[in-house]
């Protein structure tokens, strides 16, 4: 074996956006990378369905803090701008409400003041604090909260730290916590129901979450040129470039384990691939269950892991376009506590569910061919439950969009439908290997955030690490992103106290310049 990369291999399992942004910082600082992959190319559920001209993404639709994906290609040396372009949604989108009413969010404060206004006369002054408050929850999160890696309990509840979560409100429900500042309960459903982008509900989680909101109104929510399929694909070049090798279509078996480390991973079909290190991008419950000797490895109290919701999914080509339809479009049931109670606690599909769509075409017209719309409808649903049979469920779901699509002025859309595809919580589960087809992975609650959550690395398989959606520091594209980083940071401290000397790659803008200064 050469020197250059003598205790530098490093096997990453999956070519999900965390898989694939941690293998191009691994390979830029030294690192020997190889990934496998077990479908034919990159993403992991941030992935597309192509049929006929028509293309969707399967999994997320819009692009929120875009600093942090700006932050992994210049750490690598590079500009976003040559990889990916984003463009603006604006407005945001708009929420329709059970009564008739509806309401336009927009970045531009003139325009929602006037729209609050019509909804909660004098809500907008506070509309303004609490924008004030959200920025504090994001600057205060990203900067010092979310943005590195615990060494354990009283690392994260050292008095500094504590501060920080007591300022951004970690300690308290967001529902309760946004009503302080909303009195109209529309307005209150408006502002809380993004932390279903994290597949948990308003009334459990963290009150920090308004740092969502904030970045929707105040920094934007912004759409890739192409789809959301072109992050993985920007990634994926970005790796190739790192000298990162890629095997598709090559599912693991296991992740191989002796001694109390990892040697590699076992493919099917029997082939070994030895590895110094391996960093499994698959969900995390699931590489446990199912990837790794639980004799050799820990995850305590697996049994009480708590799980995020699922998604019926409705990918539609339509025979012509619904212009009246925005980009991004949420309808609400008319019981939004009740809806959560019905998908977190009672695990059924709620009566009169609340659901999503989403019109790309509005901001890209080459995702459906020309004179036509491609439609995503999302509902939140339930993960998998033995009392739930999707074969069943599934056609209620559906009757249930179409009727209520009808209602908001569309009674044509099912039969102009062209193309339909379909994705329940057993494909989630079946397609990309989530447990209980949880379309999010693992809950982001008070017991499972900071430290409480899964590590990045493995506490007795020392050079078995994690990234992705289910392991520190959570759920969401940004914070997978970060989890990235916060794993190539822990994968190059282990590197180090082992002696192992890396060789950062040159960084390419540097190059270029110092070319032209010769």
Not at 43 to 53: D, M, S
Not at 198 to 208: D, N, Q, T, W
Not at 307 to 325: A, N
Request: glycine share 10%; proline share 6%.
């Amino acid at each position: 074996m050469s020197s250059r990369i003598q205790g530098r291999r490093v096997v990453v399992v999956g070519a999900g956006v965390g898989g694939l942004a941690a293998a191009a910082r691994l390979a830029h600082q030294g690192f020997d990378v190889r990934v496998v992959e077990k479908t034919v190319g990159p993403g992991g559920r941030c992935n597309r369905l192509r049929v006929e001209g028509f293309t969707w993404d399967i999994g997320p639709t819009i692009v929120l803090m875009p600093e942090v994906f700006e932050e992994t290609f210049r750490a690598l040396g590079r500009r976003i701008e040559d990889y990916l372009t984003l463009l603006k949604c604006e407005p945001n989108y708009r929420v329709h409400f059970r009564d008739g009413s509806d309401v336009t969010f927009t970045s531009e404060l003139c325009a929602m003041g006037r729209e609050l206004e019509r909804v909660e006369p004098g809500s907008y002054a506070r509309y303004l604090a609490f924008l004030a408050q959200g920025r504090v929850q994001y600057r205060t999160s990203l900067d010092h909260l979310v943005g590195r890696n615990y060494e354990g309990i009283t690392d994260y509840l050292s008095p500094r730290v504590l501060a920080r979560i007591l300022q951004v409100r970690a300690h308290r429900r967001m529902y309760p916590d946004v009503s302080r500042y909303f009195k109209d309960d529309r307005l209150r459903a408006a502002m809380t129901f993004q932390t279903m982008y994290l597949g948990v509900s308003p009334f459990e989680s963290p009150a920090v979450y308004g740092l969502l909101p904030f970045t929707e109104l105040g920094v934007g929510i912004w759409f890739p040129k192409g789809g959301l399929y072109a992050i993985p694909q920007a990634l994926e070049k970005l790796a190739l470039e790192e000298g990162v090798r890629f095997h598709y279509g090559t599912p693991v078996e296991r992740i191989l384990t002796e001694g109390g480390r990892t040697t590699g991973v076992r493919l099917e079909g029997g082939e070994v691939l030895e590895a110094d290190a391996v960093l499994c991008n698959a969900d995390l419950p699931y590489a446990y269950e199912k990837l790794l000797d639980p004799e050799a490895t820990t995850l305590k109290r697996r049994e009480s892991l708590r799980y995020t919701s699922s998604g019926y999914m409705l990918y539609l080509g339509m025979r012509r376009k619904y212009p009246e339809l925005g980009h991004h479009n949420v309808v609400f049931g008319h019981d939004y506590k009740g809806s959560f109670d019905d998908i977190f606690q009672r695990f059924r599909v709620p009566d009169d569910p609340s659901f999503y769509v989403n019109a790309p075409t509005r901001t890209d017209s080459s995702l459906a061919p020309e004179g036509k719309d491609s439609l995503y409808v999302l509902v939140p649903v339930p993960h998998q439950h033995p009392s739930l049979d999707w074969k069943v469920e599934g056609p209620k779901v559906r009757a249930k969009v179409f009727a209520r699509l009808a209602e908001l002025g569309h009674p044509d859309l099912e039969s102009d439908i062209e193309v339909e595809r379909v994705f329940t919580p057993d494909d989630w589960a079946g397609t990309f290997n989530l447990a209980k087809g949880s379309a999010f992975g693992l809950a982001q609650n008070f017991l499972q955030i900071g430290p409480f959550r899964p590590s990045n690395q493995d506490a007795r398989v020392k050079n078995l690490f994690f990234v992705g959606a289910s392991t520190q520091p959570g759920t969401g594209l940004p914070t997978v992103l970060i989890s990235a980083r916060l794993v190539t940071e822990r994968l190059m401290s282990w590197a180090r106290d082992r002696g192992v000397k890396l060789s950062p790659r040159a960084d390419p803008a540097k190059s270029v310049a110092a070319e032209v200064a010769a």
